[in-house]
């Protein structure tokens, strides 16, 4: 029988249908969890998340490297470096539709001051969700190699005479954090406050970039600051300066950084939104896996990354923490937490964000009396984070929002029931209670 063009097209149809539809049966051997996502496909193949070079944002580089966004249908992701976290407010006001960003690596009260316009040019809200909690721990305060003689560690007091002198020499003294609000500026203003000593009177309270912390140390415009790794072990191994304490020191297991996005992504693309908190959940068990820490170290380091040497961010995920003051431990519990039983430090617990909002309200960002529950509850998607849960077969998952009460290294207790009684126990702060 003589072929015709119709009967070839019949056949490269066929072909190219039982081809597609090996490919799908590929996909759904290859994608258990995500076979909805691969076959019925996300919304938008993609988006623009945003990160600093700081080892919090390993979970969505390793998602990018490790081609777990891939995997739930997102083949044209794109994981963007951001200058500060300035920079990171400003692209994500823009959104992807202006070449901004729709979410990211961000600190976790960013959330809560976007979201109310706090921290916005114009004061304009910014509508947020936070998705998931990307880690505990993990972060230090350290302070200029000058200070070592007076044996500074947890207890900050021990700078307070230190300090007084500098300023009696008519001499300023600084203390840098990375945003003002966020995670960093919290830790030392609690560290300093329990110490006795003024944030906001005591000391200049200064803002400088993650990356630019040990540099702008090393020429001494700083005399103490906090950041996130790897910039306290690459100060460390530089010898610019010593670390006074890390930050699960100061509050074990404290959440730190949040996988956060533009609440109109969200509401827009729910199964992208699924799609990528699945993959950032995968990503975040691969880090959290000790055998995992060296190629960890070597993926976030890569210039297009992090372009920091592998030693300046290997010891401490490990937990193996030289403070650079004649003090080492090794395979310490202070290493960064990724994952946890069951989810349990990746889950967005309500009750945390409360301690961070009421921080806020501490040190004035907000008003006395400001509704804490209603902020938290308008920001936090914890339904989503469960969804996602439940899709990949996560066992032992939270079952509620709260954490219960918390203990910080000074006795002091933040019950997320009662706000009040912990900020009126709070000695040093900006607020009447």
Sequence with gaps: MKKTGKTIARRDFLKKGASTAALFAAAKFALPAGVAFAQSGPEVKGTKLGYIALTDASPLIVAQEKGFYAKYGLTEMEILKQASWGATRDNMALGTKANGIDGGHILRPKAHLYSTGTVMQNKQPLPMYTLLNLNEDGQAISVAAEYKETGVKLDASALKAAFAKKKAEGKEVKVAMTFPGGTHDLWLRYWLAAGGIDPDKDVSTIVVPPPQMVANM??????????GEPWN?????????????????????????????????VDAN???????????????????????????????????????????????IKGDINYGNGRKVAGSNLRMKFWGEGGAVSYPWKSLDSWFVTENVRWGKFEAGFDIKGLVNKTNRSDLWLQAAKTLGV???????????EKLFDGKIFDPANPQAYLKSLSIKRVEV
């Design 233 to 265: 072990e690459q100060l460390v191994n530089q010898e610019i300066g010593f670390t006074a304490l890390t930050t699960g020191e100061l509050w074990f297991k404290h959440p730190e950084k949040i996988l956060g996005m533009r609440a109109d992504f």
């Design 218 to 227: 090393k020429v001494g415009n700083m005399d103490a600051f906090c950041v």
């Design 395 to 405: 066992s032992g998952a939270p079952s509620g929002d709260s954490r219960g009460v």
């Design 270 to 316: 729910p199964k992208a939104t699924q799609a990528i908190l699945m993959a950032v959940m995968e990503a975040q068990q691969w880090c959290e896996k000790m055998e995992n820490k060296q190629e960890m170290a070597e993926i976030v380091g890569k210039r297009q990354w992090f372009n920091v040497p592998v030693p300046d961010i290997i010891g401490r």
